[in-house]
């Protein structure tokens, strides 16, 4: 599992977002496909990442503003552009799991773009995937006794889920990703890992 290509994981030509289109029709693309990222393309290159988080921060008015600074026309005037985030971390083409897994422990991202040449956007994984992967692994794998070693990746995995389902982000309603916890929880056996 530790060198297997990210492409087994990821979501092939994911949708993605023009900087230009406004904030609005980026929350409907959201909510039509179900999903809390979006790449931001521009010329066909990814430029930055679009989260459910970013489009809260933008969607529910701060207390302190004045209510014409967050108006519904504004929202859907708004561009993308001036909310994504432009610090983007990514996968090549040739990244495998353990890679993606190490970037997810540290808890910043959830979403990895995969990109090909020319910075071209060809799949997208999240600790989504993963989480479902490792779920599938250990449905399949033998048992470990009390006291036995773990494979580093699977360690990994879990600190970052664990990191991330515990980051304050309660917010977001990620459904998914903690019913994947859950299951990937029960499989161990009891005692051999405090989640």
């Known amino acids: 599992m530790r ?3 990210i492409m087994a994981v990821m979501t092939r030509t994911p949708v993605a977002v023009s900087p230009s289109a406004s904030i609005i029709e980026a929350h409907q ?3 039509r496909l179900g999903c809390h990222h979006l790449p931001v393309v521009e010329d066909g290159a990814l430029i930055g990442m679009l989260s459910s988080h970013d489009l809260l921060k933008a969607l529910v008015p701060d207390p302190d503003s004045q209510p014409a600074t967050h108006s ?17 971390t990514s996968l090549p083409e040739d990244g ?18 995969v990109l090909g040449p020319a910075r071209r956007v060809i799949g997208i994984v999240t600790t989504t995937d993963l ?4 779920v599938a692994e250990l449905a399949t794998a033998p048992r470990a006794g009390p006291g036995a ?3 580093k990746l699977l360690e ?5 889920v664990r990191h991330y389902l515990g980051s304050g982000r309660g917010d977001l309603e990620h459904g998914r990703l903690q019913l994947a916890f859950d299951a990937a929880r029960e499989c161990l056996d009891p005692g051999t890992r405090e989640l």
């Open 131 to 134: 989480l479902e992967l490792l």
């Open 149 to 151: 070693g773990r494979d």
């Open 156 to 160: 990994e995995l879990y600190e970052a």
């Open 96 to 113: 495998t799991l353990a890679e993606a897994a190490r970037v997810f422990a540290d808890g910043e991202f959830h979403a990895l773009p």
């Open 3 to 5: 060198d297997q290509s």
């Open 72 to 88: 519904a026309a504004l929202l859907h005037e708004r561009p993308v552009s001036t909310i994504m985030s432009r610090r983007v």
């Open 29 to 31: 693309l959201m909510r």
